[in-house]
């Protein structure tokens, strides 16, 4: 499973770098969940076509990922953000301060802002 989403999140940094018919093959077998003889039955090809192409895609993400590492850093600034929002909303628990709650507010804002654009 844990495979299967990080091909997922690859395809999601990298898919513009497939084939318009791998993305396709790609998407039927990691989102859809389709077995390889629905792809080739969906798509008119064959089984071993479906197979070949999704495991070239596979390779071609992952070196785009061993060369780029855009994935690994979209997963660390992700983390980070959770971190920075849960420090802040931390503080704004414990402090009583007006000032220092809608600094936390508007770094909660931000952190939010900051996800909806990864």
Known sequence: ????????????????????????????????????????????TTRQAV???????????????????FAEKLCALRQNYAVIAETAATLAETCQETAVQDACTAIRSSVAAGLQLL
């Open 1 to 44: 499973m844990a495979k299967d989403l990080r091909i997922i999140l690859l395809l999601d940094c990298y898919g513009a770098f497939l084939t318009p018919r791998q993305q396709e093959m790609m998407m039927h077998y990691y989102s859809e969940d389709l077995s390889l003889g629905e792809i080739a039955a969906l798509t008119g």
């Open 51 to 69: 197979r070949d192409s999704v495991k070239r895609s596979e390779q071609v993400l992952n070196h785009m990922e061993e060369k780029l590492q």
